[in-house]
Structures are given as C-alpha cells and as structure tokens.
C-alpha cells in the first residue's frame, strides 16, 4: 500500500467505520464481511485489514467513536469547585447520556448494538453487554452508596437496589426507544421519566428536579 500522510489514512479508517454503520445496519453483524464494508467505502479488502485486524475489531473501533463511560459522563456535569450531590450529579449525568443517544451516529450504532448483534456473529455480544452493565454499575453504585451514607438516598431503598433499577429503567427506555424511534419523542419523555425517579428514591431532593437538564450539546458536530 503506497506511503500516506497520517492524515489520509484517518480519513480511510474513518471512511470504513461509516460504511461499517451503514452495512451493520442494513444487514446485521454476522451477515457482513470485511469485503462488504470495504465494498461500501468504495476500498479493497485490503484497506481494512491494514486498518483492522478483524470484524470485531473494526465493530469495537465504532462503538469507541460513540461510547462514552459513566465515569466521563459525571466529569461533564461535575464541577470540582462546586460538587453535587451524588443523586443530583447521577440525574444530569443520565440525562447527558440521553440527550448523546439521540446524536445519528450514536443513535445507528446503539441500534446495532440493540437489535443487529445476532448471537452467532463474529462479535462476542453477551459478553461485550456485560463487560458495558458491570463498568456502569461499578460507577454507579458508588454514587448511590454515597448517597445512602450522607442521608439523601431513602432508607427504603438500599444502593444496589437503587442502581439496579436505573439500569433496568434506562436500558429498558433505550432499548424500546431504538426498536421504533418514531413512536414517541424520547427527548420529551425520557427526562420525564428520569426526574420521577431520581424524585422517588432523593430524601431531600433538590428544586432543580423536574427544570434543570444535561449539559447543551455543542453547535460543533452531532453524528
């Protein structure tokens, strides 16, 4: 393969990862090759290993350019000078996460993710959920402990209950939301759902619950 700047060859790996979208999503994982991903890029077969050393390689690469761990999510609506409570700075950063779902990008590799990962594809799905749930609940559980020890959190709810039940209410709205995205406006109603709850299980909670939101979106790109 003939010698390219750095600059072209991240525009070739990003050129495949988009094709890999669209393909992932037409198809699903395990009925798309390498060659039908290089085919839609408008590449050679060979383009792609020299990029990625396997489907699941290249599917991991296109779930980095839109994941984004809980841990980062808190940074982004955390400020050092003035903490939150621990309850408050898990809602805003839930609905960030919410609002990054509805991005096009984030939104057609969550589908994939969802509803294109068949259980005899190249990519290990079962395992790579549970790898995603138990990063998200090591976050998360710390914070409701947290909150349990400072008195914010309701005694009738003990803290791996609290983010067991995040979870499933999340995930359950992902998943729902991604199977038909026309049905209802997840924008509208998903920051509904998500103040009723943290309203619920917050001792103390804060008048910002129910007005306040995540972080705005930059005007920069939204894929």
Not at 76 to 97: F, I, K, Y
Not at 159 to 182: N, Q, T, V, Y
Request: glycine share 4%; net charge negative.
């Amino acid at each position: 393969m003939p010698k390219r700047t750095k600059a072209e060859a991240e525009a070739t790996r990003e050129a495949l990862l988009d094709a890999a979208e669209v393909i992932f999503l037409e198809r699903g994982v395990s009925r798309t090759s390498l060659e039908q991903i290089a085919r839609q890029a408008g590449m050679t077969r060979g383009a792609v290993y020299w990029h990625f050393k396997n489907k699941s390689d290249l599917f991991h690469a296109m779930l980095d350019r839109v994941k984004m761990p809980l841990r980062q999510l808190l940074d982004d609506v955390e400020d050092p000078e003035r903490p939150r409570a621990p309850l408050e700075s898990l809602r805003l950063a839930t609905l960030h996460a919410l609002a990054r779902l509805q991005r096009p990008r984030s939104r057609r590799v969550h589908t994939i993710l969802f509803h294109c990962c068949e259980s005899s594809s190249d990519v290990d799905i079962l395992d790579l959920h549970q790898k995603l749930s138990d990063e998200c609940f090591e976050t998360m559980v710390e914070r409701f402990q947290e909150a349990h020890r400072t008195g914010t959190l309701v005694e009738s709810v003990e803290p791996e209950i609290a983010c067991r039940m995040l979870m499933s209410m999340f995930l359950g709205l992902m998943h729902e939301w991604l199977r038909g995205p026309d049905r209802y406006d997840i924008g509208e109603i998903g920051p509904r759902i998500i103040d009723t709850f943290f309203e619920r299980i917050t001792l103390y909670p804060t008048a910002g619950i129910g007005t306040s939101s995540a972080p705005t979106e930059s005007s920069g790109s939204v894929q």
